[in-house]
Structures are given as C-alpha cells and as structure tokens.
C-alpha cells in the first residue's frame, strides 16, 4: 500500500510552538518553586508575654532571640527605620516567629470584632495527641475561647471525618487551632508514639475570598501542590467558628518538602467577610507573615513580577549577618493581601 504525504500549513506549526511556549510560560520551573514553609511570624505587642504563653502553655522552645535593625531590614519589610525584636520557637519540627516592632511602635490591635471570615485572618494548627488533656489544659490556663468546646467532624464529611478541633486565642487575640487526627487520617508523623501532649503544626490557614486566584497565586506561579480539601458546614462548623451559618471551603497545599501545608478558607456564608485595611501596616498586631524558602530568590522575584504579583519590597535585600536564618529575601502580597516572605539560605 503506497502512503501518502501529509503536508500540514505553516500556520498550524505556529499556533503548535505558540501552544507550546504559553504552557512553558505557565508551569514554574523549580528554581520559582517553594521547597518549604520555614515558619509562621506574628507581630506581637510584648514579646515577653507571649514567650512565656507559647513555652509554658503550648511546650514551645526558643531556638533564638534577636534584635536587627538597618536599612536592609527597612527594605526587605517595607517599614522606614525599623526596629524589631525576633523570637524564633520551635515545636516539633516547625518554628514560629514572634516580632516586636521597637520602632515604629504605634502599631495598632487586632480589632475586638474579627471574625473568621474577614480576610485578614489567619491562624496556624497545632497537633495534639490528646485533645481532651489539651482542651483541660488550656482551661486551667484561662485562655480565651473561639470555639464552645472542641468540635469533631461528622461522618458526612467524608474528607474530614472524625478529624477533631478547636479554636482559641493568645494573649494578642492571635487564632489559634488544636487539631487531632483519627487514625488513618493527617500526616503518619502525627501517629508516632510519644509522650508529649503538643506534636507539632500541621498549617496555617488564610482568610480568603476566591479559591481560584489563591490558587493561581500558591499553586501555579510558587509551585505548591494541591493537597486536598471539604466544604464544612453545620452546627459543628458554626460552633468551631463562633460564625452563625458557617459553610466553608476548604482547599490545603502543601510545598515540594510536604512540611507545613497553607490552607485557604473561603466562606461561602456568611460572604460579608472585610477586606484588610488599606492602612494595615506591619507594626499592627493583626500583622502575619508566612516565610517561603526558594531555591533562588532572584529567579523568583523576576517569575513574580512578570506575573503583576504585589510587592512590598522594592528589591531582593541581601542580609549580610544572615541572623534571620537566611541570606536574601523579597516580601509580597497575595491576592487577599496576606503577607508572603520569600528567602533563599
């Protein structure tokens, strides 16, 4: 049988390697990729105090205690003639790092009326052996409560079932989660034997208002993988939240190491949740930052920029005495206006 030639137009072999470019110019490469979720920071407003609440209350430890100022501090977190007092702690494998602004001192409260639903809210999980041990111990504690009492998800929530919570706050009115994980559910990590009543953190979770541009943002141009999700609703979700009518979307990544996941919430009511104040400023004690390690910084600013991603940084600061555990970094906006420090070691 004779085979007949095919002769395709130039035109097709255009759009073909036109195709083929948008979907390279898509996909980040692994230099733009996160590797890790190094820690959670919060702007406090006496850092002794809330030393003292996360070691003996929550079995943190301190790992370091720093004071840094100078104009590459200004430039990586957008403050003017910053000074900032950092406490790196530690439980388990992850850190968190509690700052306090010196200067400029004028930061503002968290706002007595936030709710779980406005945008600015975040909050971090931590993993407990045991819940109801955890949940007396913070009572004995006197710590200020979100939730009414520790929640389990019910068994029509397939994704989350028997998965137990609670939600409650520091001495800053930061939100803070307890998590406990079934067996068979959560990271193996969570299930080893041992004594101790705080594991760990499992995420941090982000007020947001669309699931797709946060997508696009930690998904498609930082590289973390989609790690799974629920919609949460009922009395259990209501009562987690202290949010009458609470129905949430959840959605979970996690970075290339599997460390610390982020996870977004999007309430689909109640939907009046605000948005971050234009005048929010670093000081503030609603202030979070989530540190991002990247394998070159440099590359990923450029991969941000081209992407029109907000930046609070003018350049990549370069850290001379590298006090802060890494040598560069750039600080950014999400689509919601959380704040994203990217590093490089």
Do not use: C
């Amino acid at each position: 049988m004779k085979l007949r030639r095919v002769f395709l137009p130039i035109w097709f072999f255009l759009v073909l390697g036109l195709l083929v470019q948008t979907a390279a110019a898509q996909k980040p490469s692994q230099k733009h990729s996160v590797k890790a979720l190094d820690a959670i920071s919060m702007t406090v407003s006496n850092i002794d105090r809330s030393v003292d609440f996360y070691s003996n209350v929550l079995s943190f430890k301190k790992v370091s205690d720093i004071i840094v100022e100078g104009d590459e501090y200004d430039e990586l977190l957008g403050v003017s003639e910053l000074k900032i007092r950092v406490v790196r702690m530690q439980l388990g494998d992850e850190f968190i790092n509690l700052i306090q602004y010196i200067e400029p001192s004028d930061g503002k409260p968290i706002p007595v009326d936030s709710r779980s639903n406005d945008l600015w809210f975040q909050h971090f999980a931590i993993v407990v052996k045991d819940m109801d041990k955890a949940y007396e111990l913070l009572r004995k504690y006197k710590v200020s409560q979100i939730s009414t009492t520790p929640q389990t998800i019910p068994k029509s929530n397939k994704a989350a079932a028997g998965i137990s919570a609670f939600k409650f706050k520091d001495p800053d009115g930061h939100p803070l989660e307890l998590l406990w994980f079934p067996p068979g559910k959560g990271d193996p990590r969570w299930h080893s034997p041992t004594d101790k009543l705080f594991l760990g953190i499992d995420h941090t979770a982000i007020g947001i208002g669309d699931t797709k541009a946060s997508l696009k943002f930690y998904r498609d141009l930082l590289g973390m993988s989609l790690a799974g999700g629920s919609l949460n609703a009922g009395k259990e979700q209501e009562q987690l939240d202290n949010v009458p009518g609470a129905v949430v979307r959840i959605t979970a990544l996690r970075p290339s190491s599997n460390s610390v996941g982020i996870e977004f919430l999007e309430y689909e009511t109640p939907s009046d949740g605000r948005a971050l104040p234009l005048d929010a400023k670093a000081n503030d004690v609603s202030h979070w930052q989530t540190v991002l390690m990247v394998d070159n910084v440099d590359a990923t600013e450029k991969w941000l920029r081209n992407n029109n991603v907000r930046f609070v940084s003018d350049r990549v600061s370069i850290l001379m005495d590298n006090r802060l555990g890494f040598k560069s970094g750039i600080k950014v906006l999400d689509p919601d206006g959380h704040a994203i420090l990217i590093v490089e070691e």
